[in-house]
């Protein structure tokens, strides 16, 4: 069984990931994967360069700074980009999938709802907090502004429109209470695999 595992900027989706990697749920972090296969996939190194210019990779390592300041200011690199990268994303995540094991896998990303993915999971998971804690979060993890934060945010949906698409809500506020919900979703989620729903 295929789970999307997804939330805002800062809700603690990783967090969240961590609880079901302990459980022994293989997890594949969609970010991570990206900036990899951004950095070594013949494939997509060509396009990105064309896409964003030579600036994109200084001595064979991506340059983050350039790249987030070219797609956050204008939306239609952002667009253009994820165009190039998340099927390749994609494709490398079912080669993964397939080589599991396990009753059930998850693909932890930031966006699944907004551009569709969705629809190619069996069940999806989505993790919430209010948007000050998040704000407050990512600002103490990262050491960034709260405008640079926003303006990510902005490229996100509202919780309001998620939860109703998401077949398991998560509100990330205090940890022992979170990682007994991943507790129960897991149980749920074995069950829902030897069941006949599926
Ligand atoms: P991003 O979208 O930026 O990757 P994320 O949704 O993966 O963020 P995390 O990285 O898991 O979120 O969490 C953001 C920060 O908040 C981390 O520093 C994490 O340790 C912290 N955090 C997550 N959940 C909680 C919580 N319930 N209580 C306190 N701190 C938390």
Do not use: C
């Not at 990779?57 to 690199?77: C, E, H, P, T, W």
Request: avoid cysteine; hydrophobic fraction near 40%; aromatic fraction near 8%.
């Amino acid at each position: 069984m295929l789970i999307g595992l997804t939330g805002g900027i800062g809700s603690g989706k990783t967090t969240v990931a961590g609880m079901f990697k302990s459980l022994g749920v293989p997890v594949y972090h969609s970010d991570e994967r990206a900036k990899d296969l951004m950095t070594t996939s013949e494939d997509l190194i060509p396009k990105i360069k064309e896409l964003l210019g030579d600036e994109a990779y200084v001595d064979g390592s991506l340059n983050r700074q350039y790249i987030a300041m070219k797609v956050f200011s204008d939306k239609s690199y952002l667009d253009r980009l994820n165009e190039i990268v998340h099927p390749a994303v994609r494709d490398d995540f079912h080669k993964w999938a397939g080589e599991q094991t396990t009753p059930y896998v998850i693909q932890e990303a930031a966006i699944l709802f907004e551009n569709d993915a969705y629809k190619k999971f069996d069940r999806m998971i989505l993790v919430t907090a209010p948007k000050r804690i998040r704000l407050n979060r990512v600002m103490h993890r990262d050491q960034v502004a709260e405008d640079n934060i926003l303006a990510r945010m902005n490229h996100q949906w509202e919780d309001a429109k998620k939860i109703p698409l998401a077949d398991f809500v998560i509100e990330n506020i205090e940890l022992a209470r979170t990682a007994s919900q991943v507790k129960q979703i897991h149980k749920k989620l074995v069950e829902l695999t030897t069941s006949k729903e599926f």
